[in-house]
């Protein structure tokens, strides 16, 4: 194989969020890119736990992860999830877990640029805006290949009031996806709130917590205000927009 695809809990178990992992894996076949994935021995990465406090649960599920990528004779590794990429790239190393890891942005931004995968050649003029995930962003520096894959793609980008290092989270991270918010707005609130004043139809992420996120609050404003604002992952934008090489 050539790259190993880590799918995470989120794409594994949300009925939602599975189709990012089928469109990015599409994707790869559009590519001829080999690949595989672990099944039923993907654990989770132990973010969550980690971010929450339990420092054990989280050693025992990266020492378990390390163990059976090593195995498999595992050296790179694609995923759809920043805070998969996260770990795989910062946090593993300390605990012997070597291995080359990109995020799928990064990933589909080079299969476009070397011809792998098939662009459409029609401009599409449409707005999109684009939401910047914490942990591809602001830990990991990764800002331009989204970007220049939607602007590949044909779409004008209406950047948010906060954007790239200065990007507000969607309030998923740390565990908060789980929790209640007991004060305040919430923050995927005021983050679609500022999606929907750029004017543009559809928020564009590359995070499946973010999505999650976007969808709740985005759903909420159309709800309210009769309106048809759209959430989209850029896999699934990719995916809808590509050729297969001939």
Not at 43 to 49: E, L, Q, S, V
Not at 58 to 83: D, K, R
Not at 154 to 177: F, N, R, W
Not at 228 to 235: E, G, T, V
Request: proline fraction near 2%; include cysteine.
């Amino acid at each position: 194989m050539e790259v190993l695809f880590w799918v995470g809990c989120a794409a594994s178990y949300d009925m939602r969020l599975k189709r990012i992992a089928v469109a990015f894996s599409e994707i790869m076949k559009k590519a001829n890119v080999s690949f595989a994935i672990l099944g039923n021995e993907e654990k989770c990465t132990g973010d969550i736990a980690r971010r929450m406090g339990d420092e054990d649960l989280y050693q025992n599920l990266a020492s378990s992860n390390i163990q059976t990528l090593n195995e498999h004779g595992v050296t790179s590794i694609v995923t759809t999830c920043p805070h998969c990429f996260n770990m795989f790239k910062n946090e593993y190393p300390k605990l012997g877990g070597q291995f080359e890891v990109t995020h799928y942005t990064t990933f589909i931004y080079r299969l476009i640029q070397s011809g792998r995968l098939i662009a459409p050649q029609a401009e599409r003029c449409e707005i999109i805006t684009y939401h910047d995930p914490c942990y591809l962003g602001r830990q990991n520096g990764i800002y331009e290949e989204p970007r220049s894959i939607l602007e590949i793609l044909g779409y004008e980008i209406k950047e948010m009031e906060h954007t790239k290092d200065q990007s507000l989270c969607c309030g998923a991270g740390g565990g908060m996806m789980f929790q209640d918010v007991s004060r305040g707005e919430k923050i995927n609130n005021l983050r679609a709130k500022e999606a929907v004043a750029t004017g543009a139809s559809t928020t564009a992420t590359g995070c499946p917590f973010c999505l999650v996120m976007m969808e709740e609050a985005i759903g909420a404003i159309n709800q309210e205000k009769g309106t048809n604002y759209f959430s989209r992952d850029i896999a699934e934008i990719v995916n809808d927009l590509t050729e297969e090489r001939k």
